[in-house]
């Protein structure tokens, strides 16, 4: 089965500093999703990365797809307290199905 | 719009009862879909629907049960609860399939839910 393995597994850096977060599939991706949550809370949707090679921005958010499509990035420049929460990236199960898995998370801490 | 709602945000169940989560959306949106999540684990698809009448398994559908007679709503039913289905629950919604590749899914705040 397909999985979605990131890493690292937790973060701790100071405000300010740049940080990266991966996202790596067993088996070639046919749509990556990023996801931010915040403790408690739902998910909210951050950015959708299709194609090999692409690279979306929103903010100080920048999230990249490897040609190979098997595996994603997620770079935060000058992180802020804002930033903290988990975050996690989900992939269709399949192409051409409607399920879904997600990766078991990176928690981040951003200290003031 | 209030977008995807879940009651209620806490429950503390004993082993053997039987509860109902509801979810409900308000974008009209086709495909609804149930997940758990685990401490320090990703969310596991439970169940999921691609419009109302139409309910399919995901990952882990055992000891649950969904239904979908509107667009609007799918809850989700324990029918005997036992500690492993401790976690939290999310509900969440997309217009299209997630295999379009094309959408994203909105999600609701959680159940978190307690069996003793």
């Known amino acids: 089965s397909q999985e979605l393995e990131q890493s690292p597994q937790s973060l701790i850096v100071q405000e300010g500093k740049n940080l990266t977060i991966n996202c790596t599939s067993s088996?070639?991706?046919?749509?990556l999703y990023w996801y931010k949550q915040k403790y408690g809370e739902g998910l909210i949707f951050l950015m959708m990365?299709?194609?090999?090679?692409e690279e979306k921005s929103h903010e100080k958010i920048t999230a990249k797809l490897d040609e190979k499509k098997q595996q994603s990035s997620l770079h935060i420049t000058a992180s802020q307290p804002s930033h903290a929460g988990i975050y996690l990236c989900?992939?269709?199960?399949?192409?051409?199905?409607?399920?879904?898995?997600f990766g078991t998370g990176t928690r981040l801490k951003v200290l003031a | 719009n209030a977008g995807v709602t879940q009651t209620p945000k806490f429950r503390i169940l004993k082993i053997g009862q039987s509860m109902t989560l509801q979810c409900a959306q308000d974008?009209?949106?086709?495909?609804m879909y149930w997940y758990r999540q685990d401490p320090g684990m990703g969310l596991k698809l439970i169940y999921y629907?691609?419009?109302?009448?139409?309910?399919d398994k995901g990952e882990v559908p055992n000891g649950y049960n969904v239904s979908r007679s509107t667009t609007e709503d799918f809850p989700l039913r324990l029918e005997l609860a036992a500690p492993s289905q401790t976690s939290v629950y999310f509900c969440?919604?997309?217009?299209?399939?997630?295999?379009?590749?094309?959408?994203?899914?909105?999600f609701g705040p959680g159940t978190r839910l307690t069996v003793l």
């Open positions: 969440a919604s997309s217009y299209g399939g997630l295999a379009d590749n094309t959408d994203t899914q909105y």
């Open positions: 088996k070639t991706l046919y749509g």
């Open positions: 990365l299709q194609k090999g090679g």
């Open positions: 989900g992939a269709p199960y399949l192409s051409g199905t409607y399920k879904y898995i």
């Open positions: 974008m009209n949106h086709n495909y």
């Open positions: 629907s691609v419009g109302a009448g139409i309910t």
